[in-house]
């Protein structure tokens, strides 16, 4: 069966909801990245179909859920208490737990400390 096969069934007879290729979904449906774009959030509403991508190299399947844009809300605005949070959140990312030095940049989180602490640790561990 080829990929495209696999991935077609507009039905919903094999995967259980209805199934489309990647870039093959029909008008009206949207993923949620693509509803965030048009200013829109699912709203509660169930997945009403998936488009799947075969990965032939790895063996296998990228699914990502479509929801109709007809039925889609729009996104609930920020609060001044929600911009807050955010900005501390933020602020948490670029600052070094080791140094506390408040970088204009987000830190690694493969390492957790910024460039300058890293050196210093891996010079006292040699």
């Excluded at 259980?16 to 029909?26: N, Q, S």
């Excluded at 993923?31 to 774009?37: F, K, S």
């Excluded at 140094?99 to 989180?109: E, F, M």
Aim: aromatic share 8%.
């Amino acid at each position: 069966m080829s990929a495209f096969g696999k991935c077609y069934d507009p039905h919903g007879t094999r995967h259980g909801i209805p199934t489309y290729p990647w870039r093959y979904a029909p008008d009206g449906l949207a993923t949620r990245r693509q509803l965030r774009a048009l200013g829109l959030r699912p709203g509660g509403q169930e997945v009403t179909a998936q488009v799947m991508r075969t990965n032939r190299r790895a063996g296998t399947d990228r699914v990502a859920y479509l929801y109709r844009v007809d039925l889609a809300k729009p996104v609930r605005p920020m609060t001044s208490r929600k911009w807050g949070a955010l900005a501390l959140a933020m602020l948490a990312r670029r600052t070094c737990p080791a140094c506390r030095i408040t970088y204009s940049y987000c830190l690694s989180t493969r390492h957790g400390i910024c460039g300058p602490c890293l050196a210093a640790d891996e010079q006292r561990a040699a």
